[in-house]
């Protein structure tokens, strides 16, 4: 066994970091079938495999790249921070699976007098390789390139045999120790490449804009390739590097630029920005090869302490993005990489920390090409030596030096020329230390046109600006104003006060929520300071798996057999597995929305104002919130519903708009009766590279004719007999005071409910609350007794109490029922009774169960999606259809869900085989949930497989709910959106319906 894998050396035989850059000179995938074997340790190891003429006729046939474990060998394994092996630097543990990989190929016989460089974009987490039985080297650092020399192992035009062997555990794994699943393997791309005689080095363009005058300088630095690193040592590697220039024109033909490779020449340009990711084709010539590039012109630079972009504060309306596939791990596709890039250009997102490692090369062309910017970050993190008080941190040890060093060298050397690339991050949570600074040192000295980035010292002596991962609201606010609390230090102070602030993670997204998005943006908006942040994170990383009966689903830690795990801390994304995107994506897109439409057109007596805009009718504002794009790419429109309906709808005119300006624009609308919202979209006016014309980037909602308030017709009788109670056609039980059957629809009654499963942030992987507190006090089973079933007049009145076992505190519950015709109307009253601990409420509503075939799902109120207090941006009023499946969400760990917001009415219907459905209206409006199980099924489900149909349809109406912040990792739920227990009244009214004939 090589000895790099148990020690501290990083790499040996490697060729220098280099730029990535696309030459017309030959090259061949490796990637495709291989054959393939896994032992369990190093110990049982096969001797002499990467001998060319080892037989591995039994070996399994294997494609690469993959993860091993993802292809039946071995199982996936996740923990976030702590290490799944004892910690003792620089040992792996002896039960270490390691890889061995052999795969045949034939050099080109026209390659012959070329030089050969093998490189592997990705290998987790430590490799040697063997050409024809030659060993070329070994490396670690498993999201970075490294290349090799294989000129004189390699047998041209002839067949070769490359054999890999990959450890699972290094010493390496003590820094990568990232948030997410242990996947083995070879797991990028693999590449021959044919090097001419005469061949580029390496290739350093610096594009700079200067936004005073319009003009970009152009610089491209061409070095000579030269030979292997060596592999010790800092001085011996650098003497190593890329250094001799070489003869070489730089051509852009679109700015006519031809000129020799390391003069500046400086031109007019358009410059590069995420939101005009403008991008010119380049050639560097050389008699050897011709080389090409797409250059983006930009200038960052932090100033008057803001990060700017060609002299424009920006705001990151950014994601944290692991690479992440359900089937593929981190093998991703090219084709995963677009699907990424495009669901974030369509859903307003500019940003993306890349967390918390270099993501595949191809990801930052689509980057450059798309518009985002990037925080490229290096593929470091110590975290589990948080548990021993960061004692033997290896980012404070010296001996860990030159594999830190090393990694900076190669994401910098490879990912410099990425107009996208606006920032370099050390790495994540990996303490503070000398090895740190040594990199930012590195950084700084090496690439003058990028600030450094690193989150975990708060001291920023080795971070360029302030970054902290989610801090709540009232501190950004105090940060914001550059009122933070003082550093020890006044020098560090003074530096840090001075410095942009990013909250490089923020809204931790597993499960339902996050909640407080908009307050954030808000934030943002409010101070220069804070120049925005990345959501945590991207994507679920959940892995498709399937139960003994064969039925799928996305696994979590845990459900591969693992010992020691973080369970579902793994499903925190912004898509789903599959890329489906959640609520919170939802949500996200309209927080961030580029544009601000707001419609100002409240009437309270149902006219319309004839004045009150530029044109006459509605004023409805429009706000460009991009820093640097006009409005030139919109068009919109305008919808006018009354009830829900649509009754108008036009196109609307607004002028265009350069970056922060507004305009007020007036739509016509004509009068009408009942409840009536004007929506105003903004569309792309044309296709864009990212999404179809008509594809929408903004809206905004205006109520302009308020509902009538819902009024009650006479009352008809409430009579008791020996069995029932009834009033209308409609009857309850006569001791217990519940509805029995609601016209001629079967009911389990309304009462009180005031339940929810927990969500992820109410069980607050990190402080357990709510749910905890929850469940301490028995909120996930309260018991009723009914006090007293009393006919008053025309009412029915229930008065009850709702407690939990084991407590003394409850709610004294009245319900009055009443009814007119066919309608039933409930008040209900709520008085919390004895001492209550302080606590919140989940929720505060109705719970009823329906018959099982009422699944057809009809509703006046907020939608389409799922709406809570505080992640309620993204819904608009109108009238929606939908099932009670439909109205689900999948999140990967079952939690509440489906909650709709500011419904009018809603009805519950079979969908037209002649059984009477249930239409439920709001006095004036409900929160509606509807499942086909119950809170507490939901409660215990691990898997939403767990959840099975029972023969009924339970339906909850709420006057409110909880709120749902950010608790899962972060900020609780912000005062406002808490739901203290207090006296309440609220009502609700019902009606069985018949079905259309
Ligand atoms: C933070 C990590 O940086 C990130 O990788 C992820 O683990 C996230 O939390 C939670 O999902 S670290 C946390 C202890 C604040």
């Given at each position: 066994m090589p000895l790099f894998a148990d020690d501290?050396?990083?790499?040996?035989?490697a060729l220098p970091p280099r730029a990535r850059f696309a030459s017309d000179a030959p090259s061949l995938s490796l990637n495709g079938e291989w054959r393939f074997h896994l032992v369990p340790d190093v110990a049982s190891g096969t001797e002499g495999?990467?001998?060319?003429?080892?037989?591995?006729?039994?070996w399994k046939r294997f494609p690469?790249?993959?993860?091993w474990q993802l292809e039946g060998f071995g199982a996936p394994a996740y923990t976030n921070v702590?290490?799944?092996?004892?910690?003792?630097?620089?040992h792996p543990p002896e039960e270490n699976p390691t890889g061995e990989y052999r795969h045949t190929f034939t050099v080109p016989?026209?390659?012959?007098?070329h030089r050969l460089v093998l490189r592997f974009d990705?290998?987790?987490?430590a490799y040697t390789v063997w050409l024809n039985g030659v060993e070329l080297g070994s490396a670690t650092g498993s999201r970075l390139p490294a290349e090799f020399d294989a000129t004189p192992a390699a047998r041209v035009g002839a067949e070769n045999v490359l054999a890999v062997r990959v450890h699972q555990?290094?010493?390496a794994s003590y820094l990568e120790d990232q948030d997410m699943w242990w996947l083995s393997g070879i797991f990028r791309d693999v590449t021959l490449l044919a090097r001419p005689a005469?061949?580029?080095g390496d290739v350093t363009v610096h594009a700079d804009y200067e936004h005073t005058t319009g003009q970009g300088r152009l610089r491209i630095d061409v070095t000579a390739a030269v030979g292997v690193l060596q592999s010790e040592g800092d001085g011996a590697r650098l003497a190593g590097r890329n250094s001799e220039s070489v003869e070489a024109r730089v051509v852009v033909p679109e700015l006519g630029i031809d000129v020799a490779a390391g003069e500046d020449v400086v031109v007019g340009v358009e410059p590069w920005t995420a939101e005009t990711p403008r991008l010119y084709e380049g050639q560097v010539v050389t008699p050897a090869e011709l080389i090409s590039l797409r250059i983006g012109f930009r200038r960052v630079v932090i100033e008057d302490g803001m990060l700017k972009v060609n002299g424009r504060r920006i705001l990151f309306r950014g994601v944290n993005r692991h690479e992440f596939h359900p089937d593929r791990g981190r093998a991703l596709t090219e084709q995963d990489m677009l699907d990424d890039v495009l669901l974030m250009k369509r859903h307003n997102i500019n940003a993306v920390?890349?967390?918390h490692y270099p993501p595949h090369p191809r990801f930052l062309e689509l980057c450059d090409e798309y518009g985002l910017y990037v925080i490229?970050?290096?593929?470091?993190?110590?975290?589990?030596?948080v548990f021993e008080?960061?004692?033997?941190n290896p980012s404070d040890d010296e001996r860990w030096r030159d594999a830190y060093l090393d990694r900076m060298r190669r994401m910098v050397q490879r990912d410099?020329?990425?107009?996208?690339?606006v920032m370099w991050s050390l790495?994540?949570?990996?303490?503070?230390g000398a090895n740190l600074i040594a990199m930012y040192e590195w950084a700084k000295a090496h690439d003058a046109s990028r600030p450094v980035h690193y989150e975990?010292?708060?001291?920023?002596v080795c971070s360029d600006v302030y970054s902290r991962m989610y801090a709540g609201h009232a501190e950004v606010g105090e940060i914001g104003r550059r009122e933070e609390k003082p550093l020890d230090d006044a020098v560090q102070d003074a530096a840090r006060r001075g410095k942009p602030f990013i909250l490089?993670?923020?809204?931790?997204?597993?499960?339902n929520g996050p909640g407080g998005l908009a307050e954030y943006q808000e934030l943002f908006e409010t101070y220069?300071?804070?120049?925005g942040g990345f959501i945590?994170?991207?994507?679920?990383h959940g892995i498709r798996t399937r139960d003994d009966s064969g039925r799928e689903f996305f696994g979590y830690g845990g459900?591969?057999?693992?010992?020691?795990h973080d369970g579902n801390?793994?499903?925190?994304?912004?898509?789903?597995?599959?890329?489906?995107?959640s609520p919170g994506l939802i949500e996200y897109k309209k927080v961030i929305e580029p544009l601000r439409i707001t419609v100002?057109?409240?009437?309270?007596?149902g006219r319309l104002p004839s004045s009150g805009s530029p044109d006459g009718g509605v004023k409805v504002t429009v706000s460009n919130?991009?820093?640097?794009?006009?409005?030139?790419t919109f068009s919109y429109r305008w919808q006018l519903e009354q009830d829900g309906i649509e009754v108008a709808s036009g196109e609307l005119d607004v002028p265009v708009l350069a970056a922060g300006e507004s305009a007020d624009v007036g739509v016509p609308v004509s009068s009408t009766a009942g409840e009536t919202w004007l929506t105003v979209t903004a569309l792309l006016a044309a296709e864009t590279a990212w999404a179809p014309a008509g594809h929408e980037v903004a809206w905004g909602q205006g109520c302009v004719v308020p509902r009538p308030e819902p009024r009650r017709m006479a009352h008809v009788p409430a009579t008791v007999d020996e069995s029932a109670i009834r009033i209308g056609t409609s009857r309850f039980h006569?001791?217990?005071?519940?509805?029995?059957?609601l016209g001629e629809v079967e009911v389990d009654g309304p009462r009180l409910d005031v339940w929810r499963a927990p969500t992820d942030n109410d069980t607050?992987?990190?402080?357990?609350e709510p749910a905890a507190s929850w469940r301490k006090y028995g909120l996930h089973r309260m018991r009723h007794r009914t006090d007293e079933v009393d006919v008053d007049g025309d009412a029915l009145v229930v008065r009850t109490r709702v407690a939990p076992a084991a407590w003394s505190f409850g709610l004294l519950v009245t319900y009055r029922w009443t009814g007119d015709d066919d309608t039933l109307h409930l008040d209900v009253e709520v008085t919390p009774d004895g001492p209550w601990p302080d606590i919140p409420l989940p929720r505060l509503g109705l719970g009823m169960a329906l018959p099982a075939g009422l699944t057809q799902v009809t509703w006046y109120g907020g939608g389409p999606g799922e709406a809570y207090p505080d992640t309620r941006q993204a819904v608009r009023v109108g009238r929606y259809m939908s099932t009670v499946d439909a109205l689900q969400t999948p999140y990967v760990y079952p939690q509440e869900n489906g909650h709709r917001i500011d419904v009018r009415w809603a009805e519950l219907t079979t969908?037209?085989?002649g059984v009477p459905g249930v239409r439920f209206l709001g006095e004036p409006v409900f929160g509606f949930t509807a499942r086909r199980w119950t809170s507490e099924d939901l409660d215990v489900?691990?898997?939403?497989?767990d959840l099975l149909a029972r023969d009924r349809v339970y339906v909850n109406l709420d006057v409110v709910q909880h709120g749902i912040g950010s608790g899962s990792c972060g900020p609780g739920t912000l005062p406002g959106y808490v739901l203290t227990p207090g006296p309440a009244r609220f009502a609700v009214a019902m009606r069985a319906v018949n079905p259309p004939r």
């Open positions: 501290f050396i990083p790499s040996t035989g495999f990467w001998e060319p003429g080892f037989d591995d006729g039994t690469v790249p993959s993860h702590v290490y799944p092996f004892p910690i003792d630097p620089p016989a026209d390659w012959d007098g990705g290998v987790d987490s555990w290094s010493a005469g061949a580029v920390r890349t967390s490229d970050e290096c593929d470091i993190e110590t975290h589990g030596f008080g960061w004692r033997n410099k020329n990425h107009a996208s690339v790495g994540n949570e990996s303490g503070t975990g010292d708060w001291s920023t490089c993670e923020y809204g931790h997204a597993m499960g220069e300071r804070c120049q945590w994170e991207w994507i679920d459900d591969f057999g693992e010992p020691l801390f793994i499903a925190d994304g912004l898509v789903f597995p599959d890329r489906t995107p100002d057109g409240a009437v309270s007596d919130l991009h820093d640097f794009a006009d409005t030139s006569r001791h217990t005071g519940r509805l029995l059957r607050g992987q990190h402080s357990g969908g037209g085989d489900a691990r898997h939403p497989h």
